[in-house]
């Protein structure tokens, strides 16, 4: 088999004794400094007196080695696994192979714990999951001058309204929530004028507005040229003259 699974207990052979100790372990010649140790532990075994583990899948090796090695890899001062070489020939490994395998495992625990503080950053800085949405509101546009009704009360027109209508579209066609100045002063069909502030300012006052009115949709500004829609209920989104929703969010 190729060995995916095997585990090995600690203290158990070399590689064990190397998680258990915390330290290098290095032999250049197994029949003589380790096998006599191994022969009385299967003997304890056969009697009974130590308790075997369960095995399920073997640890793949050599038949008969005659040189190992084994070098913990610590992180945060616990040893999260060991790096282990054998040969069949005898002496093998040396000082300087020891040195390179506790570069290489000290290179991995580096690697190991930067990925843990990556982790750990992504979930602290990963916006908390949107509640679920408790109602229904439905929000009636008129493309004639771009007025805004939540239900039956005037929320707000013109460019603002415009810019309102097109965020809950995207939003209940594809459930997106973050969204970008620049992708809306890109769009065409808002006709805004060519000065950047206007755009600026027509966010300010829908912000403003959903703010004040106390609404279930709101505007929140997540960085520089970056805003996220929040809505507390389930939008439906009607056309004014229609009288059947457009879509469901």
Request: aromatic share 4%; charged share 25%; hydrophobic share 45%.
């Amino acid at each position: 088999t190729s060995g995916i699974g095997a585990e090995v207990f600690a203290g158990e052979g070399v590689i064990g004794v190397a998680a258990r100790e915390g330290v290098p372990i290095r032999i250049g010649h197994v029949s003589s400094d380790y096998r006599y140790g191994a022969a009385l532990g299967l003997s304890a075994l056969d009697a009974g007196l130590l308790a075997a583990p369960p095995r399920t899948i073997p640890m793949p090796g050599l038949g008969s080695p005659h040189s190992q090695i084994a070098v913990p890899v610590i992180v945060d001062g616990r040893v999260l696994g060991v790096l282990f070489a054998e040969s069949e020939q005898i002496m093998r490994f040396w000082h300087e192979d020891e040195d390179a395998l506790a570069l290489v495992a000290a290179q991995l625990g580096l690697r190991i714990a930067l990925l843990r503080q990556e982790e750990a950053a992504a979930l602290a800085a990963a916006p908390p999951a949107a509640p679920s949405p408790q109602g229904v509101v439905t929000v009636r546009h008129y493309a004639r001058d771009d007025s805004v009704f939540l239900d039956h009360d005037y929320l707000i027109k013109g460019v603002a309204g415009a810019i309102l209508w097109r965020l809950l579209r995207e939003h209940v066609e594809t459930g997106r929530t973050e969204f970008c100045n620049r992708e809306l002063r890109l769009d065409p069909a808002l006709k805004l004028p060519d000065h950047a502030e206007n755009l600026d300012a027509r966010l300010v006052l829908l912000r403003r507005r959903l703010d004040e009115r106390e609404v279930c949709i709101r505007i929140e500004k997540t960085g520089r040229g970056l805003f996220r829609l929040v809505t507390s209920r389930r939008i439906v989104l009607e056309e004014a003259g229609e009288g059947e929703a457009d879509a469901v969010a």
